[in-house]
């Protein structure tokens, strides 16, 4: 307990030391704290998973509580954690790509006037994902699920002066209360219904109150799917599922290295660690876990949409990130939970690597427009073309990840996205099926925005002025490296789950591989059920998948390098669907005129109306009124006395009304 | 017999008020700061040994004292504390120090009379604490008045009377019609001003006059909260007031409301509260939404705090009135949060009140670029704020909504839970149009960080709000004996929804 418990707490240690008394020491030392205690929790972190997988990723887990949180009446929560395979493999992931981002971050963010809070954000954010991880109870992992999302906020409006940027950090804080209004419900509900917010609890008895029914609305609902969907709402939230998607893509207003470290790789995962986490309940609620697929699947089609048409870097990058998670959902929905998580670490290391080279690009073209003295929006990759002359090592990197995105053998992405894909089909009903034929189309989206983003941004003639040409030079070692070594796992990674098709993981040396390590950490509902695969079927899906990633690449060649004026022809023969993907189906103005607008108005009209006009105003006309009588029937009274005596008799009345309705 | 501390702690502030009446020269304002500060300090050092030596272990009342005071009418000179008083005079012994040392530079008229009103409130507002004679309650009820009046009035901004007049008559209407409920309970009990007697003998009142008590201690009390509808003199009174004046008025004198339901309304009359229940939790619900919209249109900063403390109020009624242990227990622990962290809001708005003399949002404006060290406590009340989990308000909240959400008005659960969203909404949109953004503002440029005091006065409310975050036991093991009594007193009935699985 105590080795696990100092994982967290390295992180937070370095957090309140920058935080505390980093102004009285050079900022380098800031990072060099910063990193050392992430390199350290690594290191750890690495060791569980050393250390599990010798048990053979079986039980009995670390569990335990470290104190008593909150205690009242029957209400108990602890502060106590749990390590599991699926928690380990999370703790993994969580520190190797912050410890990435912390080593990028210290050329990415030379020279900013924010360096040490920058790190000392990255810290708390560190600390808070692996408290949410390692959480034993649904209130700590809602803790530590608050403390990322205030991280995320905080590092978004990271330049604060910007107004895009503070506006940002606030959407995406206030969309993820809408999902925490649910998740919040939910936890209401389980300790209702359980006693408890203890997982063990809860998914030791979660079998028995099958078959129990809720009042809601004057419907009878099973509690079990009302307690899946309220937690998924959550989940929707904070992994940017459709409806709640629209707070990520602005997110893109932080620092890039944030982008690739909260915004893609780990925080907004967490709700797929969430379902996953639940497995045992979304197992027993079959129709709450069609609604995680079916929102998953229609997230990961319409995010993936809307990204073949985005011109800002770091936006294509956003809306794949949303794509992708949907992917998660969609597997993890159809109770291919070790997918799932499969992917979610792939996933982690390619749109890491992706984002940080993204971040190169926008880096160096900024630097150099700043230092040609042009004035151009360094995202836009408009601006961009050409860049592999100037950026070798970051167009060799990225083209590796968006290689493993695209699902190209034998890249990480190819093993996780096709084993989604793979399980999908199997699962044997129509539902599948249909599922399955959405996750090939956006595969094949995802290869042709992320070849897009490619051609647009590093072949071609660069579309820029010449005097920049020579300013815009390859980022310095600190930044390169992390990229390196990404790409290198994003090579790698997906021999842990390489396709049985192909010889299993045992092939290449990993053992049973992922999906058994996993297993014991998530429940064996209705997953099982799902066929048997005969080879050939396999083969042809596998095929397929592969076809389309190719495909996709090679539309993408054909539009933006082989012949980029019928790109634009493309664009303009479609004038509609272009202008509809392009204003991202028009959700964000949607939203303005039907809450934000809406509530805004109804606030001021309230006040003005109400407030202001009909109590203060019955107070004040009743005031005169009284004041005119007292005045005429005794000099003596002063007005104001009274009226507010008024006042108070007119709010006596109304409570009276209320009081005595309700009382009969 | 040990030393009577109870009252020891309620009359120090006089005293030293006395000194500063008659000891100190009216043109001496330096000598008055002091005298009063070294008077909060001592009382709140002299506060801390009842928490010490407080038994966790019993509803009981503790540190009682009893003498014969005017016998002919059964009054009695009766103190002691529980619980819940507890909490409550620790806060107020906490913020009357705090918000004296916030006055340093901000009070520069008649200081000396400054000074003595705030020690004869801290005073009143501990005897109302403390108080088990309704007699007694009574008078430092009343007397609690006088002196924030005249802090608003004479203290106050440009609308000071106004605001001061509007807060009296308000808070003396409610009292006239606790004085009649008082007088009732006083004849139907065999006239006898003891709170606790009369505790033991209401319940067996017929449910008709129960009713009538019930709604009258209820309006009075509601009144104080302040509950909706019943909240528009509170923006103005805030408004008006100097920033210590807000920092009391919304740390302790709120209370006052909350803890008369607790003391007197739930206990005395358990056959009048079911036909009460749902009118007050709408009237809660109510509270908690639209106080949060009205906070959204706000463009003045004590405004929007003001507002939020309606909407934050309603959470507590919510929690008192669900009647279970849970929603109880974080009802009152909200109750002490909403002092830490509103009372934080409010002196925090003075910091910039005293440098610019607006509070104007749209003055402002990244102000985080000049004022860092600013930035952080402002951030970390405006998370405490809206219940960011770490920190005190979450605790609170929590276990206010959970137990609701366990309690036969589930349904307010759902409300409470909408509010948050909002409640987000509200600060931080005004966080960003204070702190972030660019700063563009000529008058703001040169502003100066918080100074030395400044950082003093809100350091200690930062640790409390991160101790009540992490570990809140101390604080909710103190309650526990005495809402268990509390609950026991009211009807079984609408206690909770039956036992758990």
């Given amino acids: 307990m105590t080795t696990t418990a100092w994982i967290p707490a390295l992180p937070l240690l370095a957090f309140l030391c920058n935080g505390l008394f980093g102004s009285f020491y050079p900022r380098r030392w800031s990072h060099r704290i910063a990193t050392a205690a992430v390199l350290a929790a690594l290191a750890l972190s690495i060791g569980t998973v050393i250390g599990l997988v010798s048990h053979s990723g079986h039980g009995p887990f670390l569990y335990g509580d470290l104190y008593t949180w909150i205690a009242a009446g029957t209400f108990r929560v602890g502060v106590g954690i749990q390590v599991d395979p699926l928690t380990a493999m999370m703790l993994v992931v969580v520190t190797g790509i912050s410890s990435a981002v912390h080593v990028y971050s210290t050329g990415y963010m030379e020279g900013d006037p924010g360096y040490r809070r920058f790190f000392t954000y990255l810290s708390l954010f560190t600390f808070s994902m692996l408290l949410l991880v390692l959480a034993n109870n649904f209130l700590l992992l809602y803790v530590g699920w608050e403390l990322v999302g205030v991280c995320s906020y905080y590092l978004i409006g990271f330049w604060y002066e910007k107004r895009s940027a503070a506006d940002a950090g606030k959407k995406a804080f206030v969309v993820n209360r809408v999902g925490d209004f649910g998740f919040g419900l939910g936890i209401f509900l389980i300790w209702v219904t359980f006693g408890s917010l203890d997982y063990h609890t809860v998914f030791a008895q979660a079998h028995t109150i099958v078959g129990q029914h809720i009042a809601l609305l004057g419907m009878e609902v099973p509690t079990l799917t009302l307690i899946c969907l309220l937690l998924f709402v959550g989940a929707m939230g904070k992994s940017a599922q459709f409806p709640l998607h629209v707070w990520l893509p602005d997110a893109m207003e932080g620092p890039t290295p944030v982008s690739a470290l909260i915004h893609a790789a780990t925080m907004v995962t967490a709700g797929v660690y969430m379902v996953a986490r639940c497995s045992t309940l979304f197992d027993l609620a079959p129709v709450a876990a069609d609604v995680v697929a079916v929102v998953g699947g229609f997230t990961a089609l319409f995010a993936a949409s809307i990204g073949l048409v985005q011109n800002d870097i770091k936006r294509v990058l956003a809306y794949s990130t949303v794509s992708q998670l949907g992917y998660m959902f969609l597997a993890a929905g159809l109770g291919a939970y070790g997918a799932a998580a499969f992917h979610l670490m792939t996933h982690a290391f390619f749109k890491g690597l992706l984002f940080l080279c993204s971040g190169a690009v926008i880096h160096s073209v900024e630097h150099g427009f700043h230092a040609a003295g042009v004035h151009a929006d360094p995202q836009d990759m408009r601006n961009m073309g050409g860049l592999r002359a100037q950026m070798p090592a970051t167009y060799r990197t990225f083209v590796v990840g968006a290689l493993a995105i695209a699902g190209i053998p034998p890249l990480a992405g190819f093993c996780s996205k096709d084993l989604i894909l793979e399980r999908a089909f199997a699962h044997g009903n129509a539902l599948g099926t249909l599922l399955w034929g959405v996750g090939v189309a956006a595969a094949l989206m995802t290869a042709f925005y992320m070849f897009r983003l490619i051609f647009m941004t590093f072949h071609g003639e660069g579309r820029y002025p010449a005097e920049a040409e020579s300013k815009i030079h390859e980022s310095p070692v600190s930044m390169t490296r992390p990229l390196v070594v990404l790409a290198l796992f994003s090579c790698v990674a997906g021999i842990v789950g390489w396709p049985e098709l192909l010889g299993g993981p045992s092939l290449v040396h990993m053992g049973e591989g992922i999906l058994a390590f996993l297993a014991p950490a998530f429940g064996h509902g209705h997953a099982a059920h799902a066929h048997e695969l005969s080879e050939a079927v396999a083969w042809g899906l596998m095929g397929l998948s592969v076809a389309v990633g190719v495909a996709g690449i090679a539309i993408a060649y054909a539009l933006y390098v082989g012949r980029p004026e019928r790109a634009v022809a493309l664009g303009r023969a479609f004038p509609q669907v272009h202008r509809v993907l392009l204003n991202k189906y028009f959700v964000d103005e949607l939203y303005d005129v039907i809450f934000v607008n809406a509530i805004k108005t109804l606030a001021r009209l309230l006040h003005r109306g109400f407030d202001v006009f009909v109590i203060d105003g019955i107070v004040n006309g009743t005031a005169i009124i009284i004041r005119d009588i007292g005045a005429g029937l005794r000099p003596l009274q002063t007005g104001r006395v009274n009226n507010y005596a008024t006042v108070m008799l007119t709010g006596f009345v109304v409570i009276a009304v209320v009081a005595s309705a309700t009382w009969l | ?501």
Avoid at chain 2, 116 to 144: N, Q
Wanted: net charge positive; with cysteine; charged share 10%.
């Fill in chain 2, 1 to 501: 017999m040990s030393l009577p501390i109870l009252s020891i702690v309620t009359f120090l502030p006089l005293v030293g008020a006395a000194a500063i009446l008659f000891g100190v020269r009216r043109d001496n304002p330096a000598a008055a700061r002091h005298v009063a500060f070294a008077t909060s300090v001592v009382t709140f050092l002299a506060s801390l040994p009842l928490a010490v030596r407080f038994d966790r272990t019993t509803a009981a009342m503790q540190f009682v004292e009893t003498h014969a005071w005017i016998p002919s009418m059964g009054i009695r000179y009766h103190v002691g504390i529980d619980g819940i008083t507890l909490l409550l005079i620790l806060l107020t012994t906490l913020l009357s120090m705090i918000a004296i040392l916030s006055t340093w530079t901000a009070v520069t008229t008649r200081v000396k009379e400054f000074m003595v009103a705030m020690l004869v409130l801290e005073t009143s507002m501990i005897g109302v604490f403390i108080a088990l004679d309704f007699f007694l309650f009574y008078l430092f009820w009343e007397a609690m008045l006088v002196p924030m009046y005249l802090l608003i009035g004479v203290w106050g901004g440009e609308r000071r009377i106004y605001a001061a007049v509007k807060f009296f008559l308000y808070t003396l209407a409610g009292s006239v019609l606790m004085l009649v409920a008082i007088l009732v309970l006083y004849v139907k009990s065999g006239r006898t001003f003891d709170i606790q007697t009369i505790a033991h003998l209401a319940p067996t009142f017929s449910p008709a006059m129960q009713g009538w008590i019930f709604a009258a201690l209820f309006l009075a009390f509601a009144v104080k909260v302040p509950m909706f509808p019943f909240h528009t003199w509170l923006p103005d009174a805030h408004t008006e007031a100097p920033t210590a004046g807000s920092v009391i008025l919304a740390g302790v004198l709120l209370k006052m409301g909350t803890y008369g339901f607790l003391r007197f309304a739930i206990p005395m009359c358990p056959d009048a509260l079911p036909r009460f229940l749902p009118a007050i939790m709408l009237l809660s619900g109510v509270a908690i939404i639209y106080g949060a919209l009205m906070a959204l249109a706000q463009k003045d900063l004590k405004k929007l705090v003001a507002y939020s403390s309606v909407s934050h109020m309603g959470y507590i009624t919510l929690g008192l009135f669900a009647l279970n242990q849970q929603a109880m227990e974080g009802g009152i622990l909200q109750m002490i949060n909403h002092g830490i962290s509103t009372g934080a809001l409010f002196l925090l708005v003075g910091v910039i009140y005293e440098r610019r003399h607006t509070r104007l949002i749209s003055e402002f404006g990244g102000l985080t670029k000049v004022m860092p060290i600013y930035a952080v406590f402002f951030s970390i009340f405006t998370m405490s704020s809206i219940g960011l989990p770490g920190l005190n308000g979450f605790v609170g909240e929590f276990l206010t909504l959970v137990g609701v959400f366990h309690s036969q008005f589930r349904i307010f659960a759902v409300v409470g839970a909408f509010g948050i969203i909002l409640g987000a909404g509200y600060m931080l949109w005004m966080f960003q149009r204070v702190m972030f953004n660019r700063l563009d503002n000529p008058k703001n440029f040169e502003l100066k960080d918080m100074n030395v005091r400044e950082f003093v006065v809100l350091a200690p409310l930062v640790v409390l709000a991160v101790w009540i975050g992490l570990y809140p036991d101390p604080f909710l093991a103190i309650l526990h004996p005495t809402v268990n009594h509390l609950l026991a007193q009211a009807p079984v009935s609408v206690a909770s929804l039956g036992p758990l699985p």
